[in-house]
């Protein structure tokens, strides 16, 4: 699978900018990843993520967005043709050196282990506008196809902010609202995979392993997490979508993490 994703740096920006643009006005089916640098926000009540209200896991995610940066954006592309194309953006703006960016140690290690270049980020990774501007000039957006993710919440938050370029709105429905008019038609894989099959739960490796989507006893890669998680997202959901039709129309805009557990 690391061969057919496409890992972007500032020095190679240009270039996969021009394949993005040709790809993006054919998009049918988009999937998204966002890595980031864990989460060091809880509720104040203290209760387990599980056990908050809609309004009350928006107020955690919309804390963390705020104060961390994300690392990578994943997006991975079936276009009307049947082609799949998958890229991983390295951000700009989180130096694992400073004491002014925030992170979970053990989820900055987990990344490390998974490939991530925190030390090249700084220099190297791409300025967060220049992402914004690239999707929202490609055609991807005015393309109109439909949105993907897994457990999807914080994924599409930090999404939000980086196309929007500002902060996170202070209710769960201005927020999905946001969502609406930026990707359209949404749908997180998790809660579709669950509605599939009640068995079909856990991780992203767990859930594609469950809809024979990877070949049986094939190693899923940890290396490229982003453009990884995008293109294994996007294989589940296509599956996804040919076993439930109109059924997974009601999940729509419903996210893993946000008004689904």
């Keep these: 699978m690391d061969g057919v994703i ?40 203290g209760r387990h993520h599980r056990d908050l209200t809609a309004e009350e896991r928006y107020e955690v995610i919309r804390a963390n967005v705020a104060f961390l940066k994300p690392l990578q ?31 979970d140690p053990k989820s900055i290690a987990y990344l490390t ?19 914004r501007c690239l999707l929202q000039d490609s055609g991807l957006l005015r393309a109109r196809p439909s949105w993907a993710t897994f457990t999807g919440a914080y994924h599409v938050a930090y999404f939000v902010t980086i196309m929007s370029g500002k902060k996170l709105p202070d209710s ?3 927020f999905m609202e946001m969502v609406r008019e930026l990707v359209g038609p949404l749908y997180d894989v998790k809660r579709l995979a669950r509605e599939h099959d009640g068995s079909c739960v856990g991780a992203l490796s767990n859930v594609v392993k469950k809809l024979a989507v990877v070949p049986p ?17 996007l294989l589940a959901f296509e599956t996804l979508k040919e076993k439930l039709g109109n059924n997974m ?8 993490g946000l008004q689904a557990i």
């Design 249 to 256: 129309e009601k999940y729509r805009h419903e996210l893993c």
């Design 6 to 45: 496409r890992s972007v740096w500032a020095e190679n920006f240009d270039a996969e900018s021009q394949v993005l643009h040709q790809v993006a006005p054919h998009a049918q089916h988009v999937a998204l990843n966002v890595q980031y640098p864990g989460c060091v926000v809880v509720h104040s009540n």
């Design 113 to 131: 282990d998974c490939g991530v270049d925190f030390n090249r980020l700084p220099w190297d990774g791409i300025d967060g506008c220049k992402l």
């Design 73 to 103: 954006v994943g997006i991975a592309v079936l276009t009307v043709d049947g082609q799949r194309f998958a890229w991983e953006f390295n951000l700009r703006g989180f130096d694992v050196e400073s004491d002014e960016d925030a992170g």
């Design 217 to 233: 006893g094939e190693e899923i890669s940890k290396s490229k997490p982003a453009g990884t998680g995008s293109m294994l997202a």
């Design 172 to 174: 769960v429905d201005a």
